[in-house]
């Protein structure tokens, strides 16, 4: 199977930064998998925030987030990052990591992987 394991969520004033951790493991887990992150705020549905191809070409985000925020990935430790810049407080949710097989050098907003996290708490005070 695959396991993914979210960190680096936390407290920060609007305006601030975080930068998101997703270790993937699993004898599954091969070089030609996508990641992506979702986030959940209270009483709202999960949403996309940004995707990233198996070989970091093909990159796409919400529109929401766009300029802000920023997906890239390391292969060798099976990790996929989530730097994000000048939060504000409608960033708060529940970031989640998403990853599934996709052998595709492209990824857009609608992409949904199998593979969830556990999440992590992304906090943003005014």
């Known amino acids: 199977q695959v396991q993914l394991a979210e960190s680096g969520g936390g407290l920060v004033q609007a305006g601030g930064s975080l930068r998101l951790s997703c270790a993937a493991s699993?004898?599954?887990?091969?070089?030609?998998?996508?990641m992506a992150w979702f986030r959940q705020a209270p009483g709202k549905e999960r949403e996309f925030v940004a995707a990233?191809?198996?070989?970091?070409?093909?990159?796409a985000y919400a529109d929401s987030v766009k300029g802000r925020f920023t997906i890239s990935r390391d292969m060798f430790t099976k990790t996929a990052f989530l730097q994000m810049n000048n939060l504000k407080p409608e960033d708060t949710a529940v970031y989640y990591c998403?990853?599934?097989?996709?052998?595709?050098?492209?990824?857009?907003?609608?992409?949904?992987?199998?593979?969830w996290g556990q999440g992590t708490q992304v906090t943003v005070s005014s």
């Open positions: 998403n990853a599934d097989y996709n052998p595709r050098t492209e990824v857009d907003a609608t992409f949904l992987g199998y593979y």
């Open positions: 699993g004898r599954l887990f091969n070089t030609y998998y996508a």
């Open positions: 990233i191809s198996w070989n970091a070409v093909g990159i």
